[in-house]
């Protein structure tokens, strides 16, 4: 398939994850729809075109693993996972309900979920255990985890950063969803993070940047991420807008965790379905 057609097909796939990710959080009334909606076009290229996993064996040894660090942003994760095939979408409705697998942050004992997020911080510390774990039993395959801006306020995310150059874990690649946005503003407002370029190339750190909704540039940056052989751990900067598509949730802190109305819900619908693919970005 040429890649123009490929790259194509990536964007419609992520418009009906956004969908499918608004119908679960309304379903709920309750779940972060902000961070989702930001994520969903990198996960929709991770999951579609790099990860090298087995939906019908999901604790394969040989396969990539995938930590998804900001797990309040659990629901475009889940949408991803039940277009895999790890589970039923039928389960999508019971988001967030009692005595249902998808809870409001990822768990283990739902397939295709290498790492129970939630406490923000802990996630690429995680993924530097396993991919430490990994080089020392001689396997190849690559660990990827994704971690969010308001995160990266913690001092674990830099305590973790500095042992992965340390480690020189160049099976390491991490994702930073720079949405702008955290639960009670915009991050720079918050606890600005400065220049994340400088500051991971200061730690050792190979530093891709790109616009996260450009599925071109998600493509091309997870291509040279994947092929990285230097002895440094990769970290790919995903410019990113909170509440991508749907325009009264953009850069809109307020549905950083908040489900929509009927009648925002109704809205919301109606602009993802306006998206033209061929320009979103």
Same mark, same amino acid.
Not at 72 to 81: E, N, T
Not at 119 to 136: D, N, P, W
């Given at each position: /398939?040429? *890649? ?49 996993? +087995? ?42 309900? %009692? ?40 396997? %190849? ?5 994704? %971690? ?26 991490? %994702? ?14 918050? /606890? ?30 997870? +291509? ?17 807008? *909170? ?5 009264? /949730? ?32």
């Amino acid at each position: /398939m040429p *890649k123009k057609d490929f790259v194509l097909g990536l964007k419609q796939k992520a418009k009906e994850f956004r969908k499918e990710i608004i119908e679960a959080v309304y379903k709920a009334q309750s779940g972060h729809p902000g961070g989702s909606l930001s994520e969903i076009d990198v996960l929709t290229a991770l999951y579609f075109h790099k990860l090298k996993i +087995d939906p019908s064996n999901p604790n394969w040894e040989g396969r990539d693993r995938f930590v998804l660090s900001k797990g309040h942003a659990s629901p475009g994760l889940y949408v991803v996972l039940a277009d895999k095939g790890y589970f039923p979408k039928s389960e999508l409705e019971g988001f967030r309900k %009692i005595n249902r697998m998808l809870q409001g942050h990822p768990e283990l004992s739902t397939p295709g979920v290498d790492f129970a997020g939630g406490s923000l911080g802990q996630g690429i510390s995680f993924a530097v255990g396993i991919a430490l774990a990994l080089r020392l039993d001689k396997k %190849i395959s690559k660990v990827y985890v994704m %971690i969010g801006d308001g995160e990266s306020q913690e001092g674990s995310v830099w305590e973790a950063s500095m042992a992965a150059a340390f480690h020189k874990l160049d099976n390491l690649v991490g %994702i930073l969803d720079k949405n702008q946005v955290q639960e009670t503003g915009k991050t720079k407002d918050v /606890m600005d993070i400065g220049n994340v370029v400088l500051k991971w190339q200061a730690f050792g750190w190979n530093v891709i940047e790109i616009n996260g909704h450009d599925m071109n540039e998600v493509v091309e940056a997870l +291509d040279k991420a994947s092929k990285n052989k230097n002895g440094k751990p990769t970290m790919i900067i995903s410019n990113t807008i *909170k509440g991508k598509g749907v325009s009264f /949730m953009e850069l809109n802190y307020k549905f950083h965790g908040k489900a929509p109305n009927e009648e925002e819900y109704k809205k919301a619908m109606e602009d993802i379905e306006k998206i033209d693919v061929n320009k979103f970005k």
